[in-house]
Nanobody, 114 residues
């Protein structure tokens, strides 16, 4: 199983980024797909979740700014991040869960300057 995240970068506050995570080696449509992030000196936290049924959940800190979506045919999960803030800075990880196990991607760095 591989989860390859991409799309991170350096942006200014107020700008947008879209992260992508391409999955391989798993039954993508059966997995809950999530984005986590880890800011410097902080614990990893869940940012957004998209279930196998069309349900989504978000951390309170990103509600109204971030949108998670998934393309089951292409096995890709996206995270659209708008109105970015410096506190959104961190490494963003793609995560997949099903009854068959859980898997983590290597992460992509997002840096938001003020």
């Amino acid at each position: 199983v591989q989860l390859q995240a991409s799309g991170g970068g350096l942006v200014q506050a107020g700008e947008s980024l879209r992260l992508s995570c391409k999955a391989s080696g798993l039954a993508f449509s059966l997995n809950v797909m999530r984005w986590y992030r880890q800011a410097p000196g902080k614990e990893r936290e869940m940012v957004a979740s998209a279930g196998a049924t069309p349900t989504t959940r978000y951390a309170d800190s990103v509600k109204g700014r971030f949108t998670i979506s998934r393309d089951d045919a292409e096995k890709i999960v996206y995270l659209q991040m708008n109105t970015l803030k410096p506190e959104d800075t961190g490494i963003y990880y793609c995560y997949a869960w099903s009854l068959g196990g859980e898997f983590w991607g290597k992460g992509t760095l997002v840096t938001v300057s003020s």
